[in-house]
C-alpha cells in the first residue's frame, strides 16, 4: 500500500508534476476523460512519454463522446465531425493523482479535451461543467457542492439473466431486511470499506462520513463540500475506486440506480450552495439568519427545471424503476425544509452553510452532467428570479408525480427546454440526446424475462 508520501498534492505547475513522476518512479500515467456516461476512455502512457506531451496531450477521436454504454456509436449524429477527426486531452496536473491498486507506480490525470484550435470539446462533459461554472464566476458569485453517493456490494454474477445476491460480510452471513444507519451492519463490510478508503487516501479523494443505507450491503459515502469541478472529478474517480476494492473481496460494487428489483434503489444526492466571489458569504441568508429571496429564486428555478433535464440526472433506463411511489426517492419536485419526502430540501443549518439538496439524481448519473445541470437549474432560477411554489409540510409522496417516468419521455421534455439549451450548450444536449437514443434503440430490441414469462403462453 502507497504511503502518505507517496500521495500527490494537487500540483500548481508542470515542474513540480515532472518532479513528483520521476521521484516516485511512475512506471505510466493513465491520459483519462469522462464520456457521456461518466465512463473512463483514454490512454495509458509511459512516464517519461506522458512528460513530453504534457503541452500537447494524447489524441483521442471525437467520436469517444458518441459512445453508448454497451460501446456502439451514435454515428448517424449530426455533431459529431464525420471525418472522425481527432481531439486533443490535455492533462490538468491538478488532478494528478496516484492509482494506489496497481503492483508498479502508476498515476492517474484527468484530461480537458480541445478541438484543434485549442477551444474547448463543448460536448464533453468537463467542459459543459466548467462553462457553467465560469457563467457563476462572470456573476461574481461561486457555486459549492458536497455530493452523496449511495452503492451496493453485491456478490459476483457472471450470468446477467439471475437476479444480483447479497454479498456475504464478515459476519459468515447474508445481510437480510432494511437496516438503515446499522452501525454492525455496516462493520460487516469493514474489510471493503476500509480498502475504500485507504484507496482514496492514496488517491487524494476526501471522503468524510459512511453510513449503510436502507437496503441489504447498501452504503453511501459523503464527500467533503468544495468546488464542483473538483467534486465531480473526486466522485469519477471514486466510482472505479469503489469497484476495484470491492473485487479485491470477491464483491461487486454497483451504482446502478435499481439494481434489485425489490430493494431501494441508489441515489446521489448533491448539496448546493451559492457564495459572493469577493467575500464568501453566502447568498441565500441574510446577516440575521433569515432566507434571502435568492434561495427562493434558486429553488424556483430547479422546481421549473429538473423536470425537464431528467434524462440528464436519471440517464437509464433502469434509472426510471427508481422513480416509484413505493420507493424512497422522489417522485415530484415540491420543496420542504428538513423534509427527506420532497425532490428539493433545504437542510437545517445555519446561516453559512444555507444549502439546497437535490435529491432526485440516480447514482448512475453523470457527476460532470449530474452538477453541472443542477446548477444549471439554479442559475436560471436566479437570472429569471423564478419564484418556488409555497413550501410543503406533509409528505410530498402524497401529492403526486411530476417526474417523467421514462427515459424515453425524459429525452423528449430536454429536446424541447430552450433555456436549459442556452445554458449547457445546444451542441451538448443535441449530443448527449443522440447517445441516449441510441441505448434507447438498443434496449428495445432485448425481450425481457417478464415478457416470456407473462406474454408467452397468456397472449
Not at 468546488?227 to 469503489?242: G, H, M, V
Not at 430493494?263 to 446521489?268: D, F, W
Request: glycine content about 6%; overall charge negative.
Amino acid at each position: 500500500m502507497p504511503t502518505s508520501s507517496d500521495v500527490a498534492p494537487r500540483f500548481s505547475n508542470q515542474a513540480d508534476a515532472i518532479h513528483w513522476l520521476r521521484d516516485r518512479r511512475i512506471t505510466e500515467v493513465e491520459c483519462i476523460i469522462p464520456d457521456m456516461n461518466g465512463i473512463m476512455r483514454g490512454k495509458i502512457v509511459p512516464r517519461e512519454d506522458f512528460i513530453r506531451i504534457i503541452d500537447a496531450g494524447v489524441r483521442l477521436p471525437e467520436f469517444v463522446f458518441f459512445q453508448a454504454v454497451t460501446g456502439d456509436s451514435a454515428v448517424e449524429s449530426k455533431i459529431v465531425n464525420p471525418l472522425d477527426r481527432d481531439i486533443r486531452c490535455l492533462p490538468d496536473l491538478t488532478t494528478l493523482r496516484l492509482v494506489p491498486w496497481y503492483d508498479e507506480p502508476t498515476a492517474q490525470v484527468i484530461c480537458d479535451c480541445h478541438f484543434a484550435d485549442g477551444r474547448l470539446v463543448d460536448f464533453a462533459p468537463r467542459s459543459v461543467l466548467r462553462h457553467v461554472v465560469e457563467l457563476y464566476a462572470a456573476r461574481g458569485i461561486r457555486p459549492v457542492v458536497a455530493p452523496e453517493v449511495e452503492f451496493y456490494l453485491t456478490g459476483q454474477n457472471d450470468d446477467p439473466d439471475l437476479p444480483l445476491e447479497v454479498p456475504i460480510g464478515l459476519s459468515g452471513r447474508k445481510e437480510s431486511g432494511s437496516q438503515a444507519y446499522g452501525i454492525e451492519h455496516a462493520n460487516d463490510y469493514d474489510h471493503v470499506v476500509n480498502q475504500m478508503y485507504d484507496y482514496c487516501e492514496a488517491s487524494r479523494i476526501e471522503i468524510a462520513t459512511m453510513a449503510h443505507e436502507a437496503g441489504p450491503a447498501q452504503l453511501e459515502m459523503n464527500f467533503r463540500h468544495g468546488d464542483p469541478i473538483e467534486l465531480a472529478d473526486q466522485t469519477f474517480l471514486f466510482k472505479r475506486t469503489a469497484r476495484l476494492a470491492a473485487r479485491k473481496f470477491g464483491m461487486v460494487a454497483t451504482f446502478m440506480a435499481m439494481p434489485h428489483q425489490e430493494m431501494p434503489g441508489s441515489a446521489t444526492h448533491i448539496h448546493q450552495s451559492v457564495v459572493r466571489a469577493d467575500d464568501g458569504s453566502n447568498i441565500f441568508s441574510n446577516s440575521d439568519g433569515t432566507d434571502t429571496d435568492k434561495l427562493g429564486h434558486y429553488i424556483g428555478g430547479l422546481q421549473r427545471y429538473v423536470p425537464k433535464s431528467m434524462s440528464l440526472f436519471c440517464p437509464n433506463v433502469n434509472s426510471y424503476r427508481r422513480i416509484r411511489l413505493e420507493s424512497d426517492a422522489p417522485i415530484n419536485v415540491h420543496w420542504g425544509r428538513d423534509n427527506r419526502t420532497c425532490g428539493l430540501r433545504v437542510p437545517d443549518s445555519g446561516p453559512e452553510s444555507r444549502r439546497v439538496e437535490n435529491r432526485v439524481i440516480g447514482a448512475d448519473s453523470n457527476p460532470y452532467i449530474a452538477m453541472a445541470t443542477t446548477l444549471a437549474c439554479g442559475l436560471i432560477g436566479l437570472e429569471d428570479k423564478v419564484e418556488p411554489d409555497e413550501v410543503v409540510t406533509v409528505d410530498a409522496k402524497t401529492l403526486g408525480v411530476t417526474l417523467p417516468l421514462h427515459l424515453s419521455d425524459a429525452l423528449i421534455e430536454l429536446g424541447e427546454c430552450e433555456r436549459l439549451k442556452t445554458v449547457l450548450g445546444s451542441r451538448f444536449v443535441e449530443a448527449y440526446i443522440d447517445v441516449k437514443q441510441l441505448e434507447l434503440r438498443l434496449y428495445n430490441r432485448v425481450i425481457s424475462s417478464w415478457e416470456r414469462e407473462y406474454l408467452l403462453l397468456n397472449v
